[in-house]
T-cell receptor
């Protein structure tokens, strides 16, 4: 059972380039999330999804886009990369209530540097 | 006021001691509370969840919740060097949408 997987593990982008961070879970979780974590800080929610075809903004959505065409996949798209997007990106998933409500399980992360 | 606040530390305890980590939150209607452990360069790992007032024990870990005072704490008994990590407190707010709000984390150092 792989859990939550993310690719790539590391990436360096030039300012203005675009890329897609991939996230896949095999636990049949309805809810999926994207977070970013800056050095020495907690995690901030970028976008989340409660099921295929349904997404919503989190705390820091500017500069990012998401889609959710299947239960398993939740890719995060960066358009026109900026140095402020240098961070570690984590994908997570969870069951909806009433199953252990909102206990989120995280992927290994993608470390992104924009120069 | 931040929504979820933790002392960033570092908190240093000797091996075998009890480590006490604290977290306060601002949304009085918050429903669910979580402690995650994060080793350097790794992803957060869920170690405790608590939903009602009181204590919840799991092995060497005890989570304590006091909704009236709006704080949640994590006690680690018989601390081991392998417990050295950053501990993140996370809260689901009163909107109950599943969106976790994280504190900035407390770094724990357990010295042999």
């Amino acid at each position: 059972n792989a859990g939550v997987t993310q690719t790539p593990k590391f990436r360096i982008l030039k300012i203005g380039q675009s890329m897609t961070l991939q996230c896949t879970q095999d636990m049949n979780h309805n809810y999926m999330y994207w977070y970013r974590q800056d050095p020495g800080m907690g995690l901030k929610l970028i976008y989340y999804s409660v099921g295929a075809g349904i997404t919503d903004k989190g705390e820091v959505p500017n500069g990012y886009n998401v889609s959710r065409s299947t239960t398993e996949d939740f890719p995060l798209r960066l358009e026109l990369a900026a140095p402020s997007q240098t961070s570690v990106y984590f994908c997570a998933s969870s069951y909806p209530p009433p199953r252990p409500p909102y206990e989120q399980y995280f992927g290994p992360g993608t470390r992104l540097t924009v120069t | 006021q931040k929504e979820v606040e933790q002392n960033s530390g570092p908190l240093s305890v000797p091996e075998g001691a009890i480590a006490s980590l604290n977290c306060t939150y601002s949304d009085r209607g918050s429903q669910s509370f979580f402690w995650y452990r994060q080793y350097s360069g790794k992803s957060p790992e869920l170690i405790m969840s608590i939903y009602s007032n009181g204590d919840k024990e799991d092995g060497r870990f005890t989570a304590q919740l006091n909704k009236a005072s709006q704080y949640v704490s994590l006690l680690i008994r018989d601390s081991q060097p392998s417990d050295s990590a950053t501990y993140l407190c996370a809260v689901i707010g009163s909107s109950n949408t599943g969106k976790l709000i994280f504190g900035q984390g407390t770094t724990l150092q357990v010295k042999p």
